[in-house]
């Protein structure tokens, strides 16, 4: 016959702190072991060796592991968590059950000096890999002078960035770092990469007169426009208003990617002449009541050719020019 146990004393439940302050009060003669035990709840079995033997072992059963270890295997298992190869409960415990460096080299293909290093803290650096060619305040550098350059108008390019690197490399004689003697399209995409607010952007030419040009003067020339109108009483007469615009086109226009800004939606260049050797213009005429007079083509030549004058639009005029 089954027979249901009913324990009639409260089970002991004290702490390593517990047995240290009963063991002080004891060996200073403020309690005694009865009284020690019927105030802590602690066996007088338990302080008894403690303070004869001058035990300093801690409360419960030994553990299989030292404190030494059980930290080696703590730091083994959160190295290989920083990795991510560990990400379950069964991996854990295959560490656990093997615990040995080599044995987790094999397991996941970590190196051994790069497993030895993080569980003896001898690791100088916080990222996981090889440590970059700048560090990180130099690649912050490079990356304040690529923004600063787009501010300017003159966004560098790949291999301008390049150059502005070696050059940067060897003025802190970290040349040697690179085995080509120069950064390299590898080196720069993982710059790219570690710095997320630079980014590659198709550019557009932009001449330097376009460029400087400011909101002070584009609001002088709506005035001086506003005050036109009034004094020749030509608001009322649209048909009396005309507009001459000149557009020119390039046979060599570069649209090279460049590096800029994430955020930046249009990515100029600031260039000084018009880009290529041939160039060609057209002059355009329409008044304010929709009347489109027929274009002009002026190109860059000494003689005109008949050929240049085929297949243009109607009453269209051409000539050409030296400058």
């Not at 854990?92 to 293909?109: H, P, T």
């Not at 198709?202 to 709506?222: D, G, H, I, M």
């Not at 027929?294 to 240049?308: A, G, N, Q, T």
Request: with cysteine; glycine share 4%; charged share 25%.
């Amino acid at each position: 016959m089954v027979k249901n146990y009913i324990r009639e004393t409260a089970k002991s439940s004290y702490t390593e702190d517990d047995v240290q302050n009963a063991i002080e009060k004891i060996r200073t003669r403020e309690w005694t072991y009865e009284k020690a035990s019927s105030i802590i709840n602690i066996p007088t079995g338990t302080l008894a060796p403690r303070i004869s033997r001058k035990s300093n072992r801690q409360v419960g059963r030994p553990t299989a592991l030292k404190r030494t270890e059980e930290k080696r295997l703590v730091d083994l298992i959160i190295t290989l968590q920083d990795y991510g190869e560990l990400s379950t409960s069964e991996d854990v415990l295959k560490v656990k059950k093997e615990y040995s460096i080599r044995a987790a080299v094999r397991e996941f293909s970590i190196p051994y000096t790069t497993l030895n290093s993080h569980v003896n803290n001898q690791i100088f650096y916080d990222r996981v890999g090889r440590p970059t060619k700048f560090s990180e305040e130099e690649e912050g550098y490079l990356e304040q002078a690529a923004l600063l350059l787009q501010n300017w108008g003159v966004p560098l390019t790949i291999d301008e960035f390049i150059n502005l690197s070696k050059q940067d490399a060897s003025s802190l004689n970290k040349m040697h770092l690179f085995p080509s003697g120069t950064p390299t399209y590898d080196w720069l995409y993982s710059f790219l990469n570690r710095h997320h607010n630079l980014i590659f952007k198709k550019s557009y030419p932009l001449e330097k007169k376009r460029a400087a040009l400011t909101c002070e003067q584009v609001n002088n020339w709506f005035q001086l426009l506003n005050k036109i109108l009034q004094e020749n009483n030509l608001s009322n007469n649209p048909a009396q208003i005309f507009n001459c615009d000149e557009s020119g086109l390039s046979d060599s226009i570069s649209y090279s990617k460049v590096i800029v800004h994430r955020h930046t939606p249009n990515a100029y260049r600031i260039q000084g002449g018009t880009g290529g050797k041939s160039y060609i213009s057209a002059m355009f005429c329409d008044s304010a009541a929709g009347v489109l007079l027929p274009p002009f083509v002026i190109y860059k030549s000494k003689r005109m050719l008949d050929e240049w004058c085929i297949g243009g639009p109607a009453d269209a005029g051409y000539d050409c020019s030296k400058k």
